[in-house]
């Protein structure tokens, strides 16, 4: 997918062909490696892409390369931000975390016992340094709920993500302008258009799912007990991490103007049609229920239950962002922008949604699975919601929403009461 997806970016932008040949280039030397890599035993390091900050990822004088501590992890293809000078693609070199383990395991062996032993633990010992960051699919978070650092992911990229992702959902924005002029060509189908806004969707969402993942998320170290580099082993991420990551979303994600620059596009999305292959099918493109289904699996994570009593936990060992205070952020992600005026029908499925989530968290006609001051923030939420759903504003379809939202949640309110 990222491949795929940096070739359409490049398509936009009027690739040249060397550099077509150097992202074909590097991409094979990623796999190849990668695929070498398993053949000596080496697990998935799904930590390695902290090894660059979001800039440095780009500078192709520090990266020579090697973009990740590890060929062995699944990152985000590297395409360079608007207006930002291309740097490597993908890493095509081992990183520094690859040459360790295989110095530890393939190495020669000293005929000493003792002495070879002490090597082998000098080489053990370098365990903490940051290069050499490791967390395999036993610890990666790709799993809405599973896991705690956001930092062992799929598809991620740099030691600050989030702003990663910033620059990523601008380069959609800008690529989404020009995809459509790009691949309609005279005398061909509009199946290239069609595959190309499927992949940049597809990476919309990814990065989505990345930036969820540090609110409620804890730092790991397995450092050992007197180890150099031995911190505390489980640190929260810091709250204004957390809070960045909530804007992030809140302004790319669940915003009022998501993906209207994906529109001029929906019109002119039609599979090539081949025989029968469309027999049955439905075949206008379901805009509102695949930005939906995005949608929903940001909030499977953020709003799980393993993540809101882990808020509340770890605020018992250093996490300042509160549960009140996340789920307010989240709520006014949610409603702020339009719920006093006109609201798009993206926000409307949205908003729904929302609320019957906060409803099966709450407790208020069912069993909930959620702990108990989950439940009483959930009801907390419902309450701002129906005071915030002003129905004497915004065009007829919102008032009618806005009185649907009200309804929704009266009625759950008097099911929990009778």
Do not use: C
Not at 151 to 156: A, E, L, S
């Amino acid at each position: 997918m990222g491949r795929q997806f940096a070739t359409f970016a490049n398509t936009a932008n009027g690739m040249t062909d060397i550099e077509k040949d150097r992202l074909l280039r590097q991409s094979m030397h990623y796999l190849i490696i990668h695929e070498i890599g398993h053949t000596l035993g080496l697990n998935h390091n799904m930590m390695a892409t902290q090894l660059h900050g979001h800039r440095e990822a780009h500078d192709i004088s520090l990266t020579q390369g090697i973009l990740s501590g590890s060929i062995m992890d699944y990152p985000a293809v590297n395409y360079a931000p608007v207006g930002m000078e291309q740097g490597d693609y993908y890493s095509e070199k081992p990183g520094p975390y690859d040459d360790w383990v295989i110095e530890y395991g393939y190495s020669s062996a000293l005929d000493n016992p003792e002495a070879e032993e002490a090597r082998l633990n000098s080489i053990l010992s370098r365990s903490t340094q940051p290069e050499l960051a490791f967390g395999n699919d036993a610890d990666d978070m790709r799993q809405p709920g599973r896991h705690v650092d956001p930092r062992i992911n799929i598809f991620d990229m740099s030691s600050d993500a989030v702003a990663y992702a910033q620059d990523r959902f601008a380069l959609i924005k800008h690529v989404s302008s020009k995809i459509k002029d790009k691949t309609l060509v005279d005398g061909r189908s509009h199946q290239e258009l069609l595959v190309g806004f499927n992949i940049l969707f597809r990476e919309f969402s990814s990065q989505a799912n990345v930036v969820s993942r540090y609110i409620g998320g804890v730092y790991v170290n397995r450092a050992m007990v007197g180890q150099e580099g031995y911190t505390q082993p489980l640190t929260p991420v810091p709250a204004d991490y957390q809070k960045k990551a909530m804007r992030t979303l809140s302004n790319n994600f669940f915003a009022p103007d998501a993906i209207t620059h994906m529109e001029p596009m929906y019109a002119f999305l039609q599979r090539q049609r081949r025989g029968f292959d469309g027999w049955g099918r439905d075949e206008s493109p379901r805009i509102h229920e695949m930005l939906l289904s995005a949608q929903k699996r940001v909030l499977d994570h953020v709003m799980h239950p393993n993540v809101t009593m882990r808020i509340t936990d770890t605020a018992l060992f250093g996490n300042t962002y509160t549960l009140d205070e996340m789920m307010s952020n989240l709520t006014n992600a949610m409603f702020s922008d339009d719920i006093k005026g006109d609201i798009n029908t993206y926000r409307q499925n949205l908003q729904v949604e929302y609320v019957e989530r906060l409803i099966a968290a709450s407790g208020l006609e069912s069993s909930s699975s959620y702990d108990t001051i989950t439940q009483a923030t959930a009801i907390s939420e419902l309450r701002r919601i129906e005071d915030m759903a002003d129905n004497r504003r915004g065009d007829n379809a919102s008032k009618i929403h806005k009185g649907y939202l009200v309804d929704r949640i009266g009625r759950a309110f008097h099911k929990s009461r009778s």
